[in-house]
């Protein structure tokens, strides 16, 4: 029955356990994750996510081969499948200086200046292997662990398996820049998951999101949601799977209570003047203040509770692949390090000055990396697609500071010593979040589903 006083407000236990016998607790009950599997070093995860493949010969791993030998053919031997290649490709060398940096001595490059300071908080890998050179299946892989997608965003799973530490918010956002990558918006769905588990997209620029001003007052909300749920449970009663429709039931409570803790987290106006400057939100550049802004939301965020953000690169040329320069890589490479480094770099110092970085991961990576080879040496010249061999990093939650794990060879062609691939990382992840991956299990299809399927092992090399 509904309510009839306008001052009796159900609770959502109430309405959900009074709804065809309760079938609703279901997804209360999900929305508390499952218990954790071991310690847990991290409690969320901030994913800064490198879109188009920044290169890694020009960022993380320094190859002076290239320097020597550029403008060389690089002959038949370093052609390979998984790089866009051909024989009569020339080895070309970084446009930009690598100097050891901090008391750790890591090598970054000249085009990440902030970055380089905190290079002593980086766990830097040098040696990730992809399996398509493409964006959309690197992206899916990357973000699913699967080069098809149809399967849930690591987002989604950390969602499901570890629950959410405030009610008021979802458990994934994307702090989005109004665009959506190659692979679609599978790379932030919750595919065969509850979807009370798919990302919430926060833009940076404009309304954050859409609709979350209230029409009614609290009360005639209230009553609302009370009639969806019965409706609801009254359809789920005679469903063969009712997941679906508990999911939409808890994506509609979320969605009003997010209507007053989402838009004073999103204003950032309240944050004092150094911290503003700090990561860059009074840039000159728009598109380094839209990156600024959503970075410091991403700490807002997890300060708050959510388990895991992403963050997407602002697109400068119309290009929804921002690092993917095939061509101007001097231009554009330059031009994606002024809009992200600053705003990293000062969401690992910020995150550290507050005592968050130990219980929160900041993952730095794109799909792939860049061929060390171009067809011509030119002043436009660019890279081209490159799985073989590439770079990524880690900051915080137990990961050790200051070190490189892996080796590409002399050119940075491809992986000379300790192949990673994307489950390692999903696997060493979730690892530092209390969750054993091969334990995060669904039931769909016919099978146990988890994030990294069938591969993955846990990285604790990397690990404190």
């Known amino acids: 029955m509904l309510p009839h006083d306008h001052h009796h407000l159900c609770t959502r236990r109430q309405i959900l356990a009074g709804a065809a016998a309760g079938f609703g607790m279901l997804a209360l009950r999900a929305m508390a994750g499952v218990p954790l599997h071991r310690r847990a070093r991290a409690k969320n995860i901030i994913f800064c996510f490198m879109d188009g493949g920044p290169s890694h010969v020009d960022t993380f791993d320094p190859k002076p081969m290239l320097k020597k030998f550029e403008g060389k053919a690089i002959g038949s031997g370093a052609v390979s499948k998984r790089s866009q290649s051909n024989a ?8 930009w ?26 766990c830097v890998v040098r040696s990730m292997v992809g399996e398509l050179p493409l964006h959309g299946q690197q992206n899916l892989l990357l973000h699913t662990g699967r080069i098809l997608g149809q399967a849930p965003s690591i987002g989604s799973w950390v969602s499901y398996g570890l629950g959410t530490e405030n009610h008021n918010l979802p458990g994934y956002v ?14 932030f769905g919750s595919s065969f998951l509850p979807a009370s588990h798919q990302a919430t ?27 969806l749920a019965q409706q609801d449970a009254e359809f789920a009663a005679g469903a063969s799977d009712a997941q679906v429709i508990e999911g939409a039931i808890a994506n509609y409570e979320t969605a009003f ?3 007053s803790a989402v838009p004073s987290i999103a204003d950032i106006a309240g944050e004092p003047e150094y911290i503003r400057r700090l990561y860059g939100v009074d840039s000159t550049d728009e598109h380094q203040r839209f990156y600024a802004t959503q970075a410091l939301r991403a700490r807002r965020l997890v300060e708050a509770g959510v388990r895991f953000v992403e963050i997407t690169c602002p697109s400068f040329d119309g290009n929804n692949s921002p690092w993917d320069q095939h061509g101007q890589i001097r231009q554009n490479h330059a031009k994606n390090a002024r ?6 770099a000062a969401l690992i110092s910020d995150l550290d000055q507050r ?12 799909e792939m990396g860049r061929t060390p080879h171009t067809p011509k040496i030119s002043e436009s010249c660019g890279r081209d697609h490159h799985v073989n061999g590439y770079s990524i990093f880690m900051a915080g939650g137990g990961f050790k500071g200051g070190m490189a794990f892996g080796e590409t060879d002399e050119f940075g062609n491809s992986v000379a010593s300790d192949p990673v691939d994307i489950h ?35 990285l604790r090399e990397l690990t404190a």
Do not use: Y
Request: charged letters at 25%; glycine letters at 10%; proline letters at 4%.
């Open 201 to 227: 997209m926060v833009r940076a620029k404009g309304v954050p999101v859409d609709n979350i001003a209230p029409h009614d007052e609290a009360v005639i909300q209230r009553r609302k949601l009370a009639l």
């Open 88 to 95: 009569g490709r020339v080895w070309f060398g970084s446009p």
């Open 424 to 458: 390692d990382i999903h696997a060493t992840l979730l690892h530092q979040m209390g969750v054993d991956h091969e334990k995060l299990i669904f039931r769909h299809g016919g099978r146990d589903q988890r994030l990294t399927d069938v591969h993955g092992r846990v």
């Open 97 to 122: 200086e690598f100097k050891q940096r901090g008391q750790s001595g890591l090598w970054v490059s000249e085009l990440f200046p902030h970055i380089a300071q905190v290079a002593d908080k980086l």
């Open 339 to 344: 809009i992200t480094d600053q705003s990293v």
């Open 174 to 187: 994307v702090l989005n820049n109004d665009w959506v990558p190659n692979g679609g918006l599978e790379n």
């Open 355 to 366: 005592g968050l970085l130990d219980e929160t991961i900041v993952l730095w990576a794109g």
């Open 257 to 259: 209570r997010m209507q």
